[in-house]
């Protein structure tokens, strides 16, 4: 992964002799107090005439004349961001509009190929701690991705391999800033390794890739790595991973990984749904658009990434993470629609349609780790069902849960982290839906209430214990257009988790 320097300065504003100088600008028409004065002469006039008004996302590029007064050398460039609305009370739309520049910013440099930017604090934003600098330098760094490994033919000069160094001109609370800026940094590196995980197709990301990840990652922090392979697997009775896989030659894992501080009272489960191609099996999908279904591990990808942070943050609170991964596929020895399996915790389960596979790895995953673990909570993430993008389209994740505290504060963190999260009740009606006339059980529970049925299924594996389902088929890519969130993968789930335990952590 491409690393980024980021230096945060207390400089006058034309000792920044760069490709690109930034400065963010809103709709009261605030400029950044410590720009110089010509500068702002400048600004004010372009303000006064009306041609750029400070709206969120709008955007002017200004070409500097570099033969300005003694010795100053000044920036080429000049980008004014409009920031939109700074009095807006909601905290959540203030953050993201940060976000949004941060991303603006980004696509700005890659038009123009500059590599070395510097941002001017919006120091008028006085609520926002650190005047917003880790909202900004999260969405330089998350709107600066780009994923092209597999393009080899494109010609270098055409070429613009992102942003090199962002320089964040502050000019009080340097330290605050410093710290603000490092905490930006290491989580947005996280969703940008579960946005790069998601777009490696299926031949490149498979289960032993998870495990490759996993120990890689244990290697070199204090986190610890497990792995349960088929035989181990077979042992422990987990039929749902087992069948799921039966019909592939590639092995499945179960991968876990654990971060245990040295003192800690609570344990939190992290379960991901690890599927790096879902075909459907015998139950098979239609063909076209079934390329997207190499995405279906990016429940996975949130978790596994979400421990990479963890390492760097180091948080008083026993985070587990378990991904059961495996493919989906329809070989002669699939499992076959009417197959009863039987699941870690001895529940029986009739496979009605064996495209419903994520919940079958995943009752497995959950019942083993909360037998192993007794977390204090679990929160699953995972591409579940397409009926979530039919209630909830591409703007907000679903939620579904068996205790309202726990709901809250997941629904919290994601509005604060420009992740939006929309609940979905539970209940005996649903649960109804998914009797079955053989067993136990059964993994469908008709078309209505699709992701609430899926959801259903789970629940049966958790017992008592505080969980949390977030049903990210909508979220993990084809996300909401945002300025940050470029095409493809969004990497979802992985912020939200961060402050989700970040605010755990305060409350033991
Ligand atoms: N991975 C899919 C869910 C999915 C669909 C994610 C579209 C993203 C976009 C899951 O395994 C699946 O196929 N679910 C079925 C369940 C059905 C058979 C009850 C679905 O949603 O159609
Ligand atoms: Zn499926
Ligand atoms: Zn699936």
Redesign the pocket.
């Known amino acids: 992964m491409k690393n980024t320097r980021i230096i945060v300065s207390n400089k006058d504003f034309h000792k920044y002799s760069g490709s690109l100088a930034v400065v963010l600008i809103d709709e009261q028409k605030n400029i950044p107090s410590f720009l110089d004065k010509q500068i702002k002469r400048k600004i004010k006039k372009i303000l006064n005439l009306g041609d750029f008004r400070g709206k969120k996302d709008e955007q002017l590029l200004l070409y500097m004349d570099s033969a300005r007064s003694k010795g100053a050398r000044s920036a080429e460039r000049l980008l004014l961001v409009g920031f939109g609305n700074s009095a807006e009370s909601d905290r959540s739309i203030v953050l993201d509009a940060l976000r949004s520049g941060g991303g603006i910013i980004a696509q700005t440099a890659k038009k123009i190929k500059a590599d070395e930017i510097m941002v001017v604090l919006p120091d008028y934003l006085e609520n926002v701690p650190c005047y917003g600098a880790e909202q900004i330098v999260e969405g330089i760094l998350l709107g600066d991705y780009q994923f092209v490994k597999y393009k080899k033919a494109e010609k270098p000069a055409d070429k613009f391999s992102g942003i090199h160094q962002i320089t964040v001109l502050a000019r009080k609370n340097i330290n605050g800033v410093r710290k603000a800026v490092r905490r930006a940094q290491y989580v947005s590196e996280a969703a940008l390794s579960a946005r790069d995980m998601a777009n490696e197709p299926g031949n490149k990301w498979t289960p032993q890739h998870f495990v490759d990840f996993a120990r890689s990652l244990a290697r070199q922090s204090s986190l610890t790595c497990k792995v349960l392979n088929r035989e181990q697997m077979k042992k422990a009775g987990m039929g749902g991973i087992l069948a799921v896989s039966q019909g592939s030659a590639v092995a499945p894992k179960l991968v876990i990984v654990e971060h245990i501080p040295q003192r800690y009272t609570k344990t939190i489960l992290l379960v991901g749904?690890g599927?790096t191609f879902?075909s459907?099996g015998i139950?098979i999908?239609p063909s076209a658009g079934m390329e997207?279904?190499k995405?279906?591990m990016c429940g996975g990808a949130a978790v596994l990434s979400t421990m990479q942070a963890l390492a760097v943050e180091q948080p008083d609170v026993k985070v587990v993470a378990i991904v059961p991964s495996s493919e989906?596929l329809s070989g002669s020895m699939a499992v076959k629609p009417g197959d009863v399996i039987t699941h870690y915790n001895g529940i029986t389960s009739e496979v009605v349609?064996t495209?419903?596979?994520?919940r079958l790895i995943l009752a497995d995953a959950l019942s083993y780790g909360i037998k192993r673990y007794k977390p204090d909570f679990v929160v699953d993430l995972?591409?579940?069902?397409?009926?979530?993008?039919v209630s909830l389209g591409h703007h907000r994740t679903g939620l579904m849960s068996n205790d309202d505290s726990l709901a809250e504060k997941l629904a919290e963190s994601g509005r604060i982290c420009g992740e939006p999260i929309w609940r979905l009740p539970l209940g005996q009606e649903y649960s109804k839906q998914i009797e079955s006339e053989v067993a136990d059980i059964k993994?469908?529970?008709g078309?209505e209430g699709?992701s609430i049925?899926?959801a259903a299924y789970l629940e049966k594996f958790v017992g008592d214990t505080p969980w949390a389902h977030l049903d990210i088929?909508?979220t993990?890519?084809d996300f909401t257009k945002k300025s940050y969130i470029p095409k493809g993968p969004s990497g979802t789930g992985v912020r939200t988790l961060i402050d989700f335990i970040r605010k755990c952590k305060k409350k033991v």
Do not use: F, H, Q, R
Not at 355 to 358: H, I, K, L
Not at 382 to 387: E, F, M, P, S, V
């Open positions: 749904k599927l879902d459907g139950s999908k997207d279904m995405y279906d989906n349609n495209d419903a596979e994520g995972a591409t579940l069902t397409g009926a979530v993008i993994n469908v529970g078309k699709g049925t899926a088929a909508g993990a890519w």
